[in-house]
């Protein structure tokens, strides 16, 4: 049986931790990233890009309209090496 909405379509087999999906067909698809980010990079640029490229990848392969990517910075973290 095929997804009904976005959210299913979207977040089936995939993994959901730091992703919140939702919307509706004729609003377009909000998506919401919780993520870590390695010290020493600029913050806003980060969150520029994975909001952009969010939006073009999900646009691509669903087919379906994003409306909104908010990415929210949950911590700093130095790299391991």
């Known amino acids: 049986m095929a997804p009904r ?3 299913d379509r979207l977040m089936r087999d995939r ?7 939702g919307g509706t067909d004729a ?8 993520v870590v ?21 999900v646009e691509r392969l669903t087919g379906l309209p994003v409306a909104e990517v908010e990415v929210r910075i949950q911590d700093v ?3 391991s090496a």
């Open 37 to 57: 980010v390695e010290y020493g990079l600029y913050l806003a640029e980060v969150a520029s890009t994975l909001r952009n490229r969010v939006r073009y990848e």
């Open 77 to 79: 973290k130095r790299s």
């Open 27 to 34: 609003g377009g698809v909000t998506i919401e990233l919780s």
């Open 5 to 7: 909405n976005p959210r």
């Open 15 to 21: 993994l959901r931790q730091g992703i919140t999906v």
